[in-house]
C-alpha cells in the first residue's frame, strides 16, 4: 500500500468540504494510504509573505520536516498549497538559510534537511498510481462529456520549480487525466490564467472579471464543466460565479469539478460520497448525462 | 532542411480585417522564430509587419506571442516553439492595442513607467561626489535582477491583471519601481512607498499568478519585486489598505488555529475598524459579501465551527511558539538597523 504525508490545505477543511471528503474516499479506493499532517500550519499561500515572508518560510520548513521525518513523500490537494511548498523548498536548498530556519523547528525535535519534493495528487495519480492501474478501476467511462481543464496558477508556474522536464506528465497533466477517463479535454485561453481570487476582498470587480471572462469561453467552447486540481480557484469559479455572471454580463451556468471528484465519478462512486450536492453551481444535469 | 508551418495572427488596419494566414518556411538547425519571419517577409509576402532591430535579445523590440506565451522572436529557436510537428502561432503582444499584424501601441505600456516616475531623484541638498555617486556591491547584488529590464513589454502582455484593467500599473513599471526604493542612491523611497501603496492599480492589485516571471526573457522577477515592495510598504507604515487588511486578517486566523479562517477575512479585509466607525463604503462592501455567503450557506459549504478542523492542539502551540519567536527576532533586528542608522548618520554627520 503506498503511504502519504498528506497536507489537506485549509480551504478543503473549510469552505471546500467536498474536496476533504472526496479525496479520502477516492484514495481508500485507490489503496492509498493517507497519514495527515495534523499539526501542520497553512501553507501563507503568499499572503503572509506579502508582510512576513521569514514568518511564511519558518512554517514550510516545519510541514516539509515533519514529512521527511515520517520518511514519506509530501502530497498536496491545492496548486497553491503545491506551489508555496515546492517555492519555499527551492529557497531552503540554500545551506545557510536552512540552518537559520531550522532553529526554530529544533524546540519540536524536527530539522528540515531539504529532501522533500511536494506534489499534488493530480502528478501522483499519474507518477505513481500510473495511467494502466486508474484505466483498470474506470467503471462509468466519461465519454459524453466535455471538459475544461483549469489549473491553478502555482500548478504552471513557475516552470523552474516545477520539474518539467524530469517529469513531462505534470505540463499537460489534467488533459491527460481527463483523456485517461474518457472525457474530451476542452482546450481555451483561460485554463492557466489567473482565476482572480487572489484579489476578491482587494479589488472585487477585477477578480470577478477574470473568473466570468474564463467560464465564458470554456462555456462558449463547448465545455460541460471545469475540472481544478485548486480548492481557491474552485472558490472564485464555482461559488462566486453568479456575481461573476452579473459583473460580465452573461448567463454562466459552468459546473466545477474538483480532481478527486472527476476520479471519483469515473471510478463508479457515488455523487453524495465525492460532495457533489455541495456546490454553488447545480451538478445535475452533468451527472445525468453520464447516468450517475 | 525541414518544413516549418507558421500561422500568423494578422490585423490590416485599412480594411479593420483580422485573420490567420498560413505559411511554410524551410528552416535549418538553430533558426529562430524572428529569422522564420524576415523568411516570410523578405521570401513571401512583404506586406507582413513585425518590430526587429537587434536580434541579440537586448533592444526589446521582438517581444510577441509565440503558442499563446510572450518572448522575444529572436531569442526563440523554431526547434523550441514546435512540438510533434504542429504548426507555430505567432501574434502580437496582449492587454495592448494592435497596430498591423504583429506591432502593437507601446504608449499605454511605456505611460506606466511615467505614472511610476521610474528615475532618479538625487538628493539635491547633497553636492555631487568628486567622481561618481557609489552603490554597495552587496546592496545592488540584493536588488539587480530588478534593472536589467530592456521593456520589452512580454511581461505586461501576458499579465492577468493588464487584461482586466487598463489602470494597473504592470509588472515591468513596478519592478522599476522597485529598483528605485532599493537604490540608496535615490531621495524618494517613502514618497514611492506611499504612491505604490495608495494608488489605483498599485502594488496590492497584483494576484501573483506569475505570469511575469515566467513570460520575462531577462529575468527581472516582477512579481518578486512587487512582492517585496508589499513587505517594504508594510514596514514603512502605508497599512491603510485592503491589501495590509487582508495580510494581517490572515495571519491572525493562522496563529489562531493554525489555518486560514476564510469567514472572518472578509470582515477583516474590509476592516474592523472601519465597520465600528460606521464607514458608509465599508458597510456597502460587507453587504457586497452577504449574496455570496447566503450561497455557501444554502449549498452546505460552511462547516460550523466544530466540524472546521484546525491544526491540532501540540501542531497549535507550536505556531504560536513559531509567531512569537520571529516577532522578537524582528524587533531585535529593528533595534539593531535603529542603532546602525544612528551610527551612520554621525559618521557621515547628517542627511
Known amino acids: ?85 515546492r517555492l519555499a523548498a527551492e529557497k531552503f536548498r540554500d545551506v545557510d538559510y536552512r540552518i537559520r530556519i531550522n532553529h526554530h523547528l529544533a524546540p519540536e525535535g524536527l530539522e528540515y534537511r531539504g529532501t522533500v519534493d511536494p506534489r499534488h495528487l493530480l502528478w501522483i495519480l499519474l507518477e505513481d498510481v500510473g495511467i494502466d492501474k486508474i484505466n483498470s478501476m474506470v467503471k462509468r467511462p466519461l465519454e459524453e462529456l466535455n471538459l475544461g481543464p483549469f489549473y491553478g496558477c502555482y500548478l504552471v508556474r513557475p516552470e523552474r520549480t516545477l520539474d518539467f522536464d524530469a517529469n513531462p506528465t505534470r505540463r499537460d497533466s489534467l488533459e491527460q487525466l481527463i483523456e485517461i477517463l474518457g472525457a474530451t479535454s476542452v482546450t481555451y485561453d483561460g485554463m492557466t490564467k489567473c482565476c482572480g481570487f487572489p484579489i476578491l476582498t482587494m479589488n472585487k470587480k477585477n477578480s470577478l472579471t477574470m473568473a466570468g471572462t474564463h467560464l465564458d469561453e470554456a462555456q462558449s467552447k463547448g465545455a460541460d464543466a471545469l475540472v481544478t486540481p485548486c480548492p481557491l480557484c474552485h472558490l472564485n469559479l464555482d461559488a462566486q460565479q453568479p456575481d461573476a455572471a452579473k459583473v460580465i454580463d452573461r448567463n454562466l451556468n459552468l459546473p466545477i469539478l474538483h480532481v478527486p471528484q472527476l476520479l471519483g465519478l469515473a471510478m463508479g462512486l457515488e455523487p453524495e460520497t465525492l460532495g457533489l450536492t455541495r456546490h454553488v453551481v447545480d451538478t445535475n444535469r452533468l451527472l445525468n448525462k453520464i447516468g450517475a | 532542411m525541414a518544413q516549418q508551418e507558421f500561422i500568423i495572427q494578422r490585423y490590416n488596419p485599412d480594411t479593420d480585417e483580422s485573420y490567420e494566414e498560413s505559411f511554410n518556411v524551410d528552416v535549418q538547425p538553430g533558426q529562430t522564430v524572428l529569422d522564420s519571419l524576415n523568411a516570410i517577409k523578405w521570401e513571401q509576402d512583404g506586406t507582413l509587419s513585425f518590430r526587429m532591430s537587434c536580434r541579440h535579445a537586448i533592444c526589446g523590440s521582438c517581444a510577441m506571442k509565440v503558442n499563446g506565451q510572450s518572448m522575444l522572436s529572436c531569442q526563440t529557436q523554431v526547434d523550441a516553439a514546435a512540438e510533434r510537428g504542429d504548426p507555430i502561432r505567432v501574434g502580437p503582444q496582449g492587454n495592448q492595442h494592435v497596430i498591423k499584424d504583429l506591432v502593437v501601441d507601446v504608449e499605454k505600456f511605456l505611460l506606466q513607467f511615467e505614472r511610476a516616475e521610474t528615475w532618479l531623484e538625487p ?153 465600528l466607525t460606521g464607514n458608509l463604503a465599508a458597510h456597502k462592501e460587507m453587504m457586497d459579501y452577504t449574496p455570496g455567503a447566503i450561497r455557501l450557506l444554502k449549498s452546505r459549504k460552511l462547516l460550523t465551527i466544530a466540524q472546521r478542523h484546525g491544526a491540532n492542539a501540540e501542531g497549535r502551540e507550536q505556531i504560536e511558539r513559531i509567531f512569537e519567536e520571529v516577532e522578537a527576532e524582528k524587533h531585535h533586528h529593528d533595534v539593531d538597523a535603529e542603532a546602525f542608522g544612528a551610527e551612520f548618520e554621525t559618521a557621515i554627520g547628517g542627511h
Not at chain 2, 494576484?207 to 515566467?214: G, H, N
Not at chain 2, 531577462?218 to 508589499?230: G, H, N, Q, S, Y
Open chain 2, 123 to 275: 538628493y539635491e541638498d547633497q553636492d555631487p561626489p568628486e567622481r561618481e555617486y557609489r552603490q554597495k556591491v552587496e546592496e545592488f547584488d540584493h536588488w539587480s535582477h530588478a534593472s536589467t529590464c530592456i521593456h520589452c513589454g512580454a511581461c505586461y502582455s501576458d499579465c492577468t491583471v493588464a487584461a482586466v484593467d487598463e489602470n494597473f500599473l504592470g509588472p515591468a513599471a513596478l519592478a522599476k519601481a522597485y529598483r528605485f526604493v532599493m537604490d540608496s542612491r535615490d531621495s524618494k523611497r517613502e514618497e514611492r512607498l506611499q504612491f505604490l501603496s495608495e494608488e489605483q492599480g498599485g502594488i496590492w492589485d497584483c494576484t501573483r499568478c506569475y505570469m511575469c516571471v515566467q513570460a520575462c526573457p531577462k529575468d527581472v522577477l516582477p512579481m518578486d519585486a512587487i512582492m517585496e515592495l508589499r513587505t517594504l510598504a508594510i514596514e514603512a507604515g502605508h497599512v491603510n489598505n485592503h491589501g495590509v487588511r487582508h495580510h494581517k486578517g490572515f495571519m491572525s486566523g493562522v496563529r489562531k488555529r493554525g489555518r486560514l479562517d476564510e469567514m472572518m477575512l472578509p470582515v477583516q479585509s474590509v476592516g474592523i475598524g472601519r465597520l
Open chain 1, 1 to 85: 500500500m503506498s503511504k502519504y504525508a498528506f497536507w489537506p490545505g485549509c480551504v478543503a477543511q473549510g469552505a471546500a468540504p467536498e474536496l476533504y471528503t472526496s479525496t479520502l474516499a477516492v484514495a481508500e479506493h485507490l489503496g492509498m494510504d493517507l497519514v495527515e499532517l495534523e499539526a501542520a500550519a497553512c501553507t501563507g499561500a503568499g499572503i503572509i509573505s506579502d508582510g512576513e515572508p521569514y514568518l511564511q518560510d519558518v512554517l514550510n520548513a516545519r510541514t516539509l520536516a515533519m514529512s521527511e521525518q515520517m520518511d514519506l513523500p509530501l502530497m498536496d490537494i491545492c496548486s497553491t498549497c503545491v506551489g508555496v511548498h
